[in-house]
């Protein structure tokens, strides 16, 4: 990789700056060499060649862009100068001729995770409380202060010394004292546990359950059962209040439907039968506390590699994540892939543009045509409200080079890695099939890993650039950096820098390997990541409306 700049394809017209290039210097390019029209910062981009308006924009071999006017080459792209573009797709055209990546690192190798009696393996035992309805929000919370105290699962705040200490101060009338505190936390470990084989109890709260349309709250219950069957859930305490759309019928419906043979016990309490808030809650912790002491008897034991179901996910992506980050995911995926476990792309809206590419890729026409009309009818919802996936990128996203959602989803695909796509889920479905999976959910990052975890992910890796703590309850989060600069100055929130990506020092398959070998420490415990220590449980349930 040159040190300078970067060609992604052979078929690009523009390269990738790979460091900050002034206006006025020369790059050698190949035999050639090109003289800058502007300054190039790094991660953006600049043309190979003079554009016309009209002109498309090469990158990663497909089109992501056009040119709004005459572009001289050596000329920086920018969100004045060139506007997203993508080719149409259609049915299936192609085989994929796959060629699997090697495994023998990885092919004896287990990791030490809870079986479930429907044959999954989580890499954590959680147990869930979860409301119906938004009404149950503050009971939730309720049993929440509760139970983390006590039974040692809360860590203390902090920050509470930081604040105390302001205020004694403030009392004294010393305010002037306050600037120099210290302002880092203070030792926030837990108070020991009383069951040492439950890693934790989640609290799921949300705003959706009744009054909403139908479909969302079935869609609720959909999510709520995927919770409650993923592998990393031993089971499950939910609070009703017995009038609501969501209906506790329909999630035992998708409960039985993903995880007919679960075997876990869901306590449910219904509080317009029960009597006094007083008396359901009551029973809810008496019962919940009875369970959990069963829970505590769930031992890890060795499982093989393919009971892993890894989300693909990014957030705060930059103009390196497509290149470093990005594909290092992906060969991590085929690697699980190849050893027969699953991986799940997510994020429709940052797959426009390379749609013919995985219809190419999925297994069968009905797959490959469920994709497609999934993303037609996610885009036509978007714009039939005045938006559409071009309008995806965030300013933090463009700022850092990813000036079109093409080249922003083209450079997210690459989390997908080359594999087929065995199966393709809407919104609330749950992973069945070994291989990669296509899950619809929105670009936000929360709403995407919120599903991932409702689809059966028992560890998610989430790549970013510019850097973003989001977490999930039940679901490990593997937080990848695009760039060393991003791992040096937030180092709480990096589990793993794939800059070497960028630099040289290292090649897309070295930082993969290290990514898979990084998550089965992570599936068997031996490791919290850096989400987790922050305590960044993430929960929010797609409203199925336009969100990207």
């Not at 910062?41 to 003079?50: E, G, V």
């Not at 679960?262 to 009597?275: A, D, R, Y």
Request: proline letters at 4%; charged letters at 20%; a negative charge.
């Amino acid at each position: 990789m040159s040190k300078e700049s970067l060609q992604i394809h052979p078929s690009d017209n523009v390269l990738v700056a790979l460091r900050d290039l002034d206006a006025g210097s020369t790059l050698t390019f190949g035999d050639s060499q090109l003289t800058l029209k502007d300054h190039i910062a790094a991660k953006h981009k600049l043309s190979l060649q003079d554009l016309e308006p009209g002109d498309e924009i090469i990158m990663y071999g497909i089109t992501v862009g056009k040119a709004l006017e005459n572009i001289e080459a050596g000329s920086a792209l920018t969100i004045e100068n060139i506007a997203h573009k993508t080719t149409a797709f259609g049915e299936k055209s192609a085989d994929l001729d796959w060629i699997k990546p090697d495994i023998s690192r990885f092919k004896d190798k287990t990791f030490m995770g809870y079986h479930r009696n429907d044959g999954r393996v989580g890499t954590r035992n959680y147990w869930v409380v979860i409301p119906l309805v938004f009404c149950e929000n503050r009971n939730v919370g309720v049993i929440k202060e509760a139970f983390l105290e006590e039974l040692g699962f809360a860590k203390t705040n902090p920050y509470k010394n930081l604040v105390r200490e302001m205020a004694d101060l403030y009392k004294k009338g010393n305010q002037s004292a306050i600037e120099s505190l210290a302002s880092g936390p203070s030792d926030s470990s837990a108070s020991s546990r009383i069951f040492d084989n439950i890693d934790g109890i989640k609290f799921l709260t949300h705003q959706l359950g009744c009054g909403g349309t139908r479909q969302d709250s079935e869609a609720l219950c959909a999510l709520l059962a995927g919770y409650i069957a993923n592998p990393n859930v031993a089971g499950a305490t939910i609070l009703s209040l017995g009038c609501q759309n969501a209906e506790a019928e329909t999630l035992f419906e998708k409960l039985n439907q993903f995880s007919p043979n679960h075997g876990k016990p869901t306590l449910l309490f219904v509080q317009q039968n029960e009597g006094t808030e007083a008396q359901m809650l009551t029973k809810a912790i008496k019962s919940t506390f009875l369970e959990l002491t069963k829970v505590n008897e769930q031992k890890r034991k060795p499982a093989q590699l393919n009971h892993l179901v890894m989300g693909l996910e990014c957030g705060g992506s930059d103009g390196f994540s497509g290149i470093s980050a990005n594909p290092a995911v992906g060969y991590a995926s085929d690697l699980l892939v190849t050893l027969g476990g699953s991986t799940v792309l997510s994020e429709f809206p940052e797959l426009c543009g390379v749609e013919q590419e995985l219809i190419n890729r999925c297994v069968d026409d009905e797959k490959a045509e469920k994709f497609a009309h999934l993303m037609e009818s996610y885009n036509s919802r978007a714009e039939a409200v005045g938006s559409g996936f071009d309008m995806n990128p965030s300013p933090g996203n463009i700022k850092d080079g990813l000036i079109t959602d093409a080249i922003k989803s083209a450079g997210a695909a690459k989390k997908g890695g080359t594999s087929p796509v065995q199966d393709v889920l809407d919104y609330g479905e749950f992973v069945k099939n070994p291989g990669l999976t296509l899950l619809c959910t929105p670009g936000n990052d929360v709403e995407s890993t919120t599903a991932m975890a409702g689809a059966g992910c028992n560890v998610i890796l989430f790549t970013t650039g510019l850097g973003t703590p989001t977490g999930n309850p039940v679901s490990p989060v593997v937080k990848i950096s695009s760039n060393t600069k991003l791992a040096t100055k937030m180092p709480d929130i990096i589990d793993i820098d794939s800059g070497g990506i960028i630099s040289g020092e290292k090649s897309i398959q070295d930082v993969g390997e290290e990514i898979l070998e990084y998550v089965i420490q992570v599936a068997s415990g031996e490791k919290q990541t850096k989400a987790q220590q922050l305590e960044q449980d993430d929960f929010i349930p797609w409203k199925r409306g336009v969100s990207l």
